[in-house]
């Protein structure tokens, strides 16, 4: 069986994005699919977000550098709402933007299965910032949040990292200060 499929930097496009979709629908093994790559835009993203709803194996997935949107952020806040079994979601070098951000955070808020969220480089902004400090009041099970290059000024990232010290979390920065950071 089919755990892991990577089809990464083939240049599929939008097009693929409903076969993908149901390719997630019914495969029962599949746990790890890389879509990193692809330029699939918002008809690629959306269809597969959606099946992200239905499907109850993958648990890591990999959409970073596909030129998605504030509606892909939108339509993968509705499936994180839906899906507690992804753990693991790489969606860095986009540009999901403020609206796409705040639909990640609010879906966050509810999200018991995510552990791992990198969201670099998504011009994401301090509004964003902001509610992704309150997330931390609310969701115990994310354990990593990469962050860097997201337009938060200076006080977003030191409020970021207040909320988590004064919830007597520990914090581990990556030697570059890459805004990484690690609960354990």
């Not at 979601?89 to 639909?103: C, R, T, V």
Request: with cysteine; glycine share 8%; aromatic share 4%.
């Amino acid at each position: 069986m089919l755990n892991t499929l990577d089809i990464s930097s083939n240049k599929l496009g939008s097009n693929i994005g409903e076969t993908l979709a149901v390719t997630l629908c019914k495969n029962t093994s599949l746990t790890t699919l890389n879509l990193s790559n692809n330029d699939l835009g918002c008809l690629g993203v959306q269809p597969v977000a959606h099946a992200l709803i239905k499907n109850n194996n993958l648990i890591s997935l990999n959409l970073s550098f596909n030129n998605l949107g504030s509606l892909d952020g939108k339509a993968l806040a509705n499936a994180l709402y839906n899906n507690n079994i992804l753990a693991t979601l790489d969606i860095y070098f986009n540009n999901l933007g403020l609206e796409g951000g705040k639909a990640l955070a609010s879906a966050l808020c509810k999200n018991k299965g995510l552990k791992s969220l990198d969201l670099l480089y998504n011009k994401l902004g301090n509004d964003v910032g902001k509610e992704l400090v309150e997330v931390f009041h609310i969701n115990t099970t994310l354990t990593t949040l990469k962050f860097n290059g997201n337009e938060f000024n200076p006080e977003i990232e030191e409020q970021l990292e207040e909320k988590i010290k004064s919830d007597s979390l520990d914090i581990e920065f990556d030697s570059d200060n890459d805004s990484i950071v690690t609960i354990c």
